[in-house]
């Protein structure tokens, strides 16, 4: 949610004052992020889609839906052993730009250079509201 926030220009939002606030956690698992959360002065809510079992045409069609109209993305996977999640900031037709605090120098490179469409479980958009 950080690397979103940090687009809209939320130049102070890092992971940490994230986690600062314990109100942003569920209670019944403090590891959980809840979809909505509030930071820097604003209500910050992820609305996801899940593509876990469709098909690759079908992820491309949702991600491609959600950046045409300006948002960028959060993309959950399957990957690096686990769960992973990285920032889709452009593109379309299955090539992505992305944002991942994983990859050394990980700010706007190639997402299928790093991972595969296939991995991909859910598609979210970020809503700021104050």
Do not use: C, W
Request: charged share 15%.
């Amino acid at each position: 949610m950080a690397m979103v926030l940090t687009h809209y220009g939320y130049k102070d939002v890092t992971p940490a004052t994230i986690n600062a606030d314990p109100d942003n956690f569920a209670a019944y698992s403090p590891d959980l992020l809840l979809a909505t959360i509030g930071v820097d002065g604003v209500t910050v809510t992820r609305k996801a889609t899940s593509v876990r079992g469709a098909t690759t045409a079908r992820k491309i069609t949702v991600i491609d839906a959600m950046l045409a109209a300006g948002h960028p993305i959060i993309i959950g996977m399957n990957a690096l052993g686990g769960t992973h999640f990285v920032v889709l900031t452009s593109g379309s037709k299955g090539n992505y730009l992305m944002q991942d605090p994983y990859v050394a120098n990980g700010n706007n490179i190639s997402f299928t250079s790093h991972y595969s469409l296939k991995e991909i479980y859910s598609v979210a958009r970020v809503v700021i509201s104050s």
